[in-house]
């Protein structure tokens, strides 16, 4: 077996130590060594953005970054989105307008569309469709998607 | 979102669009899809898979690969009972024990790129991988089929040495598994007939369902010979039934667990990694979980068939269709089982024609065996149709929803293989559509044009159990067996509120696996809203039953004495003292008059047809001259619904339809090289649409209640998907002139066209000079 590196990081405000392999994928790293399964796998080639999480901020295909390079960094993933027992504006406005069916593309969309909302506040629909164009959804046609996102950003806004 | 209401709302719940049950754990990502389990000792299972589209294994060798540390076991089809080949009734479909295990693990021969050849279980997944590039394969290449047409002609490879069909005979193999065909009427008479006939030939590609979660299941094996499977799959039952006889092993002793599911759209109704997972964790006696990579997705599971169509169709200059026929080959891939039947069935019944002549052939090719895909075998069989009587509409210069309409199913109209539609909304859908803002405003602008087409599916109905507790705060819960794949929950909850008289967040809806509730078929067909609603709306009206005994009991009179409504009891005030009770006080004396209220129902409410639903869908394309591309600048979608339970799932069936028949008409297909190896196994060069690609979808619920069930449900999830690619290759007809006759219409397809139209005009026009 591989040697396994001890990676320092920090995960949703939480200081965390890990071992991992050097070819262990951060998606990876997070589902199969954390257990934190919010994050999701779709392609492992960064087609589809089901892993996406915040990385310093940024939003990250978590299967194409290595668990290695999570040293030093600040992640945050969907299991940090709400705040104790409230829920980030876009969960709820994700539940309001019925934007998740199968609900696995949810966590990368929510992790997108926060990123987004930190970025550009009152975002248009076109800025909204622009930068979720790397998360795919196959359920819903992304009508009710772009709608929540807009909705939290009026709300907040 | 529009509404057209035709049912009046007579409901409390139904119709209400509450927040669903399910939804917190699934914006937190706390709910646990097929890869989320995680078990003590667990190993992880690897799948190694055929190079070659068509080859014979001579041998396997895998002493190296067992010699890796951390490898635990390996599995090929040797360790497979040999199935029975006969097809057998399993759930709702017709399926061959042994076609069905030579999928799972190849036997003999491998039939496709991708196909499962041996499978690894080791402590790592990487280990597991490296397994598998340690076991030698000896491969003896055979020459690929790959398409029907390739498939059909005198002298191609045989793929299935056994297979035969009634026509041929016994003694002459062939790739051609059946040939149905459907007849009314005098066809040549209908033709002459008609003042304007048109005859068009049709091709489509090979698509995938797309569902973002790969295929992932846990298997765990006890000594005494029962087992568990978790795994992602729209049927639970189902998968129950088909692993079993797979592995030889009794029903009863295997429990499936379904998890939450990431999408399937039919993809999920079948078996793949759950026999694989179940016989490597027998041989190590550990918890095995095997998941499939993206590329392995569209690899190996259901894709839906590439199919050839040839349409004939004519109409008098009124606009009356005088006779259709129809002439479909439908690739199944690598085993018997393409959807040409439901294909067939449907591909022109939205219209009442006198005279018809249907043919579907179901035939073997090299390419993974196909699986449901939203409304099986119906949108490829539409875009023909759809796009001919498009023409034929301009030919005799009448409005296309018009000649739609004229024609239209309605009431009483014979379906081509038989049976006769009952209250439909057809027509109403199609009128909707016609008095739609978007169909009324203008489309202005160079290369831009508008097209419709309509579709329909025929819903399945099948079977399904329900029970429903009352709980002594005087809550309830609801199981199913249905897995909830689209917000089923909320509609669950819903129905049983409604019924008892609760507020919705009184109610939970619960997913039972295989040992805690009765059988239920497959979350597929359009089919839970309907079967399972019904069957949860019979078990809620078995607790109203009981209730009013209750009630009788205590009030000493009779329960035809006792009337339920919205939660109160009461003794009916013509005959009695008035005395009432609610719900939860009631509950509250389970204990003193008979113990916990328990609701059973299950319900068969037939196959398909259950309730029919059709759409009729608008589009504005606008199409670039210099590359091909098509963008969609507005899309509107009208569908008869029937009692919408809760609308914006509804709405959100629609769009998700929607979207993929635009990605099934635009972007997606499978490109296989010369040797029958599939070259875009990945979601950047397999290409379905993002949200950049997609406007908003407009959507037009029509509700025309379905007669045969209590609320009026039909399934609503299916359709939508059927109009969009014929709506769209006739909306770039009138942005270009040019007529798209094969899927995808993709930017280097359109670009081909466009310039033969370019060249030939510029021919016609040097030529009249
Ligand atoms: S799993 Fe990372 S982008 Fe798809
Ligand atoms: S809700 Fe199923 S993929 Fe988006």
């Known amino acids: ?157 | 979102m529009a509404v057209k209401k035709e049912a009046h709302h007579k409901y409390r719940v139904v119709g209400t669009r509450p927040i669903r049950p399910d939804g917190i754990e699934k914006v937190t990502g706390r709910a646990l899809y097929g890869a989320d389990y995680y078990f003590p000792g667990m190993l992880f299972g690897k799948i190694l898979r055929s190079p070659y589209a068509h080859a014979r294994i001579k041998s396997i060798k895998f002493d190296k690969a067992l010699k890796l540390p951390g490898v635990r076991a390996i599995v090929t089809a040797d360790d497979l009972p040999e199935a029975d080949r006969k097809p057998q009734q399993m759930g709702e479909q017709q399926v061959s024990p042994y076609y069905l295990s030579c999928n799972v693990l190849a036997r003999g021969k491998v039939l496709y790129d991708g196909h499962p050849v041996a499978a690894v279980a080791a402590t790592s997944p990487h280990i597991a991988e490296e397994a598998l590039r340690l076991i030698e394969v000896d491969y003896e290449p055979l020459e690929p089929v790959m398409t029907a047409d390739e498939a059909m002609k005198p002298g191609a490879p045989i793929l299935i040495d056994d297979l035969r069909n009634q026509e041929e005979g016994p003694d002459q193999p062939t790739n051609v598994a059946t040939h149905l065909q459907f007849k009314r009427g005098d066809l040549a008479a209908g033709f002459d007939a008609a003042d304007c006939v048109i005859e068009r030939e049709f091709r489509t590609a090979t698509v995938h369902q797309g569902y973002i979660e790969p295929h992932a299941s846990v298997g765990i094996w006890n000594p005494d010979g029962h087992a568990t499977v978790y795994t992602c799959t729209q049927g639970s039952f189902t998968v129950r039934t088909l692993a079993t006889k797979v592995l030889g092993m009794p029903e009863g002793n295997l429990k499936v667990v379904p998890s939450e599911i990431g999408g399937g759209f039919g993809g999920k109704t079948t078996i793949y990694c759950e026999p694989i997972a179940l016989l490597l964790a027998k041989k190590t006696g550990h918890p095995v979980k095997v998941t499939m990579s993206r590329s392995e997705v569209l690899r190996a599971t259901g894709p839906t068939s590439g199919i050839h169509e040839r349409v004939k169709i004519g109409v008098t200059k009124e606009g009356r269709i005088t006779a259709a026929q129809v002439w479909m080959a439908y690739e199944a891939g690598a085993f018997p089982g393409s959807p040409m039947a439901p294909g067939a069935m449907t591909v022109i019944t939205s219209y009442d024609i006198p005279n018809l002549l249907i043919d579907g052939y179901d035939v073997v090719v090299n390419r993974p065996k196909t699986c449901a895909y939203r409304a099986p075998g119906a949108t490829a069989a539409a875009f023909g149709v759809e796009t001919v009587l498009d023409e034929l509409a301009e030919q005799i210069g009448i409005d296309p929803l018009d000649l739609r309409i004229m024609n239209g199913a309605h009431e009483g109209t014979q379906q081509p293989f038989g049976p006769v539609f009952k209250r439909i909304g057809f027509i109403e859908t199609c009128e909707a559509l016609k008095a739609s803002e978007h169909y009324n405003s203008k489309l202005t602008g160079a290369n831009r044009g508008r097209g419709v087409a309509a579709g329909f599916w025929f819903n399945a109905g099948f079977q399904s159990s329900a029970s429903v507790y009352v709980n002594q705060d005087g809550t309830a819960s609801v199981v199913t067996g249905s897995v909830d794949i689209g917000g089923s929950r909320a509609s669950m909850a819903m129905i049983a509120a409604e019924v008892l008289g609760l507020p919705i967040d009184e109610v939970r809806p619960v997913v039972a696996d295989t040992d805690s509730i009765g059988y239920t078929d497959v979350t597929a067909g359009s089919r839970v809203t309907f079967a399972t609603g019904m069957a949860v709306y019979n078990a809620a009206q078995d607790v109203v039953r009981q209730l009013k005994e209750r009630a009788a009991k205590m009030w000493e009179c009779t329960p035809d004495d006792v009337e339920f409504d919205n939660g109160v009891l009461r003794t009916r005030g013509d005959v009695l003292q008035p005395q009432q009770l609610t719900l939860k006080e009631l509950a509250a004396r389970f204990i003193r008059t008979g113990g916990p209220v328990v609701g059973r129902a299950s319900v068969s409410t037939g196959g398909a047809g259950a309730g029919p639903a059709f759409a009729a869908i608008c589009v504005d394309v606008e199409v670039d001259p210099d590359t091909g591309k098509v963008q969609i600048l507005r899309v509107t979608i009208a569908q008869d619904v029937g009692t919408a339970i809760h609308p914006s799932y509804v709405e959100g069936q629609l769009q998700g339809g929607t979207a993929q028949g635009i990605g099934w008409a635009l972007n997606e297909e499978y490109v296989y090289d010369s040797k029958g190896v599939l070259r875009n196994t990945g979601l950047l060069d397999y290409r379905m649409p993002t949200c950049l690609d997609l406007p908003a979808i407009e959507t037009i619920l029509v509700e025309v209640p379905n007669p045969t069930h209590p609320l009026g449900v039909r399934g609503v999830g299916e359709v939508s998907i059927v109009p969009p690619p014929a709506a769209i290759a006739n909306a770039i007809y009138r942005a270009t002139g040019v007529r798209m006759r094969e899927l995808p219409m993709s930017p280097p397809r359109l670009m081909k066209a466009l310039q033969e139209h370019r060249n030939s005009r510029e021919g016609q026009a040097a030529a009249g000079r």
Do not use: W
Not at chain 1, 55 to 64: A, F, I, K, Q
């Open chain 1, 1 to 157: 077996m591989a040697k396994r590196t001890l990676v320092e990081t920090v995960i949703n405000n939480e200081p965390v130590e890990l071992l991992c392999e050097p070819r262990q994928s951060l998606l990876e790293v997070l589902r199969d060594e954390l257990h934190m399964t919010g994050t999701k796998e779709g392609c492992l080639t960064g087609d589809c953005g089901a892993c996406t999480i915040l990385v310093d901020g940024r939003p990250v295909c978590s299967c194409l970054m290595l668990g290695v390079e999570a040293q030093g960094h600040k992640l945050e993933t969907i299991e940090g989105l709400a705040t104790g027992a409230e829920l980030h504006p876009l969960q709820r406005k994700f539940l309001e307008h019925a934007s998740l069916q199968c609900g696995i593309c949810t966590p990368g969309f929510l992790m997108s569309a926060k990123a987004l909302l930190d970025k550009i506040p009152r975002p248009t629909e076109a800025e909204v469709r622009y930068h979720l164009a790397g998360n795919l959804c196959r359920c819903t046609g992304y009508d009710k998607i772009v709608r929540a996102v807009l909705d939290a950003a009026r709300e907040s806004g």
